[in-house]
């Protein structure tokens, strides 16, 4: 199993410019999620899916749109990037124990 | 929604001493506690979680304690190795693993 998978490792964007970060899991996990992590605030659940078609908001949503449409896939987008938005993100599936991803470092300028 | 404290925020250890970090949380209604251990460049890893039924459980080397009557919990860890150097976050949820919030974690050094 390769766990749970996160591309891209490292981006740089500018200020307006949108991408979507991937997130892949062959565990078959029903739950996934989203956070980011800044220094000094530990890691904040973005958005989170309990299953395909089913998505809710966690405790920082705003600036970013997740769908689910298969048990292995949860994509983050960020429509419009803001220097905010400038974090280490990382996937995370599981059940009882959550298993993270390797993350994403973006930086937006 | 649940606000999770952790102290102290660095802490530096010979190695053979123990470590100890504490959280503390702010919503009653959690009972599921896990404590992770991120490594350089990777993502945080589960290395012992504790139930709000139970007070204390130990792995090996680490042990968590859990007081629900004052809503807070340490992890400590004893024979501390050069490899336990990592930044260690605890957690909280209502539901094992569900939506958990984290404290802003521990930077642990172990000195040779």
């Known amino acids: 199993n390769a766990g749970v998978t996160q591309t891209p490792k490292f981006q740089v964007l500018k200020t307006g410019q949108s991408m979507t970060l991937q997130c892949a899991q062959d565990?078959?996990?029903?739950?996934m999620s989203w956070y980011r992590q800044d220094p000094g605030m530990g890691l904040r659940l973005i958005h989170y899916?309990?299953?395909?078609?089913?998505?809710d908001q966690g405790e920082v949503p705003n600036g970013y749109n997740v769908s689910r449409s298969t048990t292995e896939d949860f994509p983050l987008r960020l429509l419009s990037a803001a220097p905010s938005q400038t974090s280490v993100y990382f996937c995370?599936?599981?059940?009882?124990?959550?298993?993270f991803g390797p993350g994403t470092r973006l930086l937006v300028l | 929604g649940e606000n999770v404290e952790q102290h102290p925020s660095t802490l530096s250890v010979q190695e053979g001493d123990s470590a100890v970090i504490k959280c503390t949380y702010s919503?009653?209604?959690?009972?599921?506690f896990p404590w992770y251990k991120q490594e350089l460049g990777k993502g945080p890893q589960l290395i012992i979680d504790?139930?709000?039924?139970?007070g204390e459980k130990k792995d090996q080397r680490i042990a968590v304690t859990l007081n629900k009557t004052a809503k807070h919990f340490s992890l400590h860890i004893t024979e501390t190795q050069p490899e336990d150097s990592a930044v260690y976050f605890c957690?909280?949820?209502?539901?094992?693993?569900?939506?958990?919030?984290f404290g802003a974690g521990t930077t642990v050094t172990v000195r040779a």
């Open positions: 995370a599936s599981g059940g009882e124990t959550q298993y």
């Open positions: 565990m078959n996990h029903e739950y």
């Open positions: 899916s309990v299953g395909a078609g089913i998505t």
């Open positions: 919503d009653s209604a959690s009972n599921y």
């Open positions: 504790i139930r709000s039924n139970v």
């Open positions: 957690a909280a949820s209502k539901v094992a693993g569900y939506k958990l919030s």
